[in-house]
Every structure is written in structure tokens, then in C-alpha cells.
């Protein structure tokens, strides 16, 4: 049973991964959104610190 609790984030996990690196022509975008994501989360952040942080890093990495 516990196998089964985890499918809806493995599906999930598989529709937004292609959909995050293709989310402009610049696929270097999509990368660095995920990197910052995962390393924000990693480190313990709340999920909203989370998505700040990472808008905010491609916030600045758009103006490059």
C-alpha cells in the first residue's frame, strides 16, 4: 500500500518535468528553474519560499 500512495506523484512528476524545460525556446531557463527549485526545497524551505525564490532568480536571470 505504500507503493500505491506514491503513484500520483510519480505521474505528476512526469507531466510537469517536460513541461518545465520546454517553457520557453530557451531550455537553459527551464533548467535553472529546476535547479533553483530543487535546491531551495532540499535545504528545507516552505514550498512558498520556494517558488519566490525561484521566480526570482529567473527574474534576474531574464534580464541577462
Known sequence: SG????IPYAVL???IFPAVLHIQDNILF??????T???LSFIGL?????VIGT????AVYSLF
Open 55 to 58: 521566480i526570482a532568480v529567473l
Open 13 to 15: 512528476g512526469a507531466l
Open 46 to 50: 516552505d514550498v512558498m519560499f520556494v
Open 3 to 6: 507503493v500505491l500512495r506514491n
Open 30 to 35: 527551464g533548467v535553472i528553474g529546476a535547479v
Open 37 to 39: 527549485a530543487f535546491a
